[in-house]
């Protein structure tokens, strides 16, 4: 394969990843460049960077200007949720409606498509708020935005992972309609991931990224469990736990 052809691939790929996971202005792409929406799996991190860099901008102007470390956390927090659509919000909210509001796996799927949002919904979301909120804001007090760039980049790694080793649980879908990656893009996404938390953070990373990995590992036999399998609602609960995980992590670890 000819160099101008893997970086057509790779920016493609890198293009899909955005166009599925932000809500940023992007160029139209082609449908036929859709089927390598699954293998554009390795580039996920990269959205969560595309999402998180201009937040921690936002909050770095903010802190700038004297702000107190709460307002800049909740502009950064509020500017994450815009440029993703909520969508990982989304479904975490989706996610706990069902996975604890129904008996069966279809009763629960059905629940999960549900567009209303229940008690354990909303519960979920507080508490997703909450607790990064509260963690940006002392990440936000030492000035640690490498942090909060490698808490976004490692919270999107293991979503490949995670579509690969378990199978669709229903016949329809984003996750179904996205596909399952593969072992390659999967260890690519983490690989990428590492290293872009390394240059970040340094050996922070390390325990971040395996508090990350626990997140994402727990959300999926969870919904192996009570599903059979992963949805795109179960994709963005394991993004949310698994960006909680990491931010408290770095924030244990990175002094004030």
Same mark, same amino acid.
Not at 218 to 225: K, P, S, V
């Given at each position: 394969?000819?160099?101008?052809?893997?970086?057509?691939?790779?920016?493609?790929?890198?293009?899909?990843?955005?166009?599925?996971?932000?809500?940023? /202005?992007?160029?139209?792409?082609?449908?036929?460049?859709?089927?390598?929406?699954?293998?554009?799996?390795?580039?996920?991190?990269?959205?969560?960077?595309? $999402? %998180?860099?201009?937040?921690? %901008?936002?909050?770095?102007?903010?802190?700038?200007?004297?702000?107190?470390?709460?307002?800049?956390?909740?502009? $950064?927090?509020?500017?994450?949720?815009?440029?993703?659509?909520?969508?990982?919000?989304?479904?975490?909210?989706?996610?706990?409606?069902?996975?604890?509001?129904?008996?069966?796996?279809?009763?629960?799927?059905?629940?999960?498509?549900?567009?209303?949002?229940?008690?354990?919904?909303?519960?979920?979301?507080?508490?997703?708020?909450?607790?990064?909120?509260?963690?940006?804001?002392?990440?936000?007090?030492?000035?640690?935005?490498?942090?909060?760039?490698?808490?976004?980049?490692?919270?999107?790694?293991?979503?490949?992972?995670?579509? @690969?080793?378990?199978?669709?649980?229903?016949?329809?879908?984003?996750?179904?309609? $996205?596909?399952?990656?593969?072992?390659? /893009?999967?260890?690519?996404?983490?690989?990428?991931?590492?290293?872009?938390?390394?240059?970040? @953070?340094?050996?922070? @990373?390390?325990?971040?990224?395996?508090?990350?990995?626990?997140? $994402?590992?727990?959300?999926?036999?969870?919904?192996?469990?009570?599903?059979?399998?992963? @949805?795109?609602?179960?994709?963005?609960?394991?993004?949310?736990?698994?960006?909680?995980?990491?931010?408290?992590?770095?924030?244990?670890?990175?002094?004030?």
């Amino acid at each position: 394969m000819r160099k101008n052809d893997i970086l057509s691939i790779v920016s493609r790929d890198i293009l899909l990843a955005l166009v599925l996971l932000t809500r940023l /202005p992007l160029p139209r792409l082609p449908e036929a460049a859709f089927a390598r929406q699954a293998r554009a799996g390795w580039a996920f991190p990269l959205a969560g960077l595309a $999402v %998180a860099a201009p937040a921690c %901008a936002l909050g770095a102007l903010a802190a700038r200007a004297g702000l107190p470390p709460a307002v800049a956390a909740g502009l $950064v927090l509020a500017a994450q949720v815009m440029l993703s659509g909520a969508m990982h919000e989304d479904g975490l909210a989706d996610s706990a409606d069902g996975l604890w509001g129904g008996m069966t796996p279809a009763r629960r799927l059905e629940i999960m498509k549900d567009s209303r949002v229940g008690s354990y919904g909303v519960l979920a979301l507080i508490l997703s708020v909450g607790l990064r909120w509260s963690a940006l804001a002392g990440l936000a007090a030492a000035g640690a935005w490498g942090a909060v760039l490698a808490a976004a980049i490692l919270s999107r790694a293991g979503l490949p992972a995670l579509m @690969t080793a378990l199978p669709h649980a229903r016949e329809n879908g984003l996750s179904r309609a $996205v596909g399952r990656p593969g072992r390659g /893009p999967a260890w690519a996404a983490v690989a990428l991931a590492l290293i872009a938390a390394l240059i970040l @953070t340094g050996a922070a @990373t390390l325990a971040a990224a395996l508090w990350a990995g626990l997140a $994402v590992a727990g959300t999926g036999a969870l919904a192996r469990a009570r599903l059979g399998g992963q @949805t795109g609602d179960i994709l963005g609960a394991a993004q949310q736990l698994a960006e909680i995980a990491a931010l408290i992590s770095f924030l244990a670890v990175i002094p004030a």
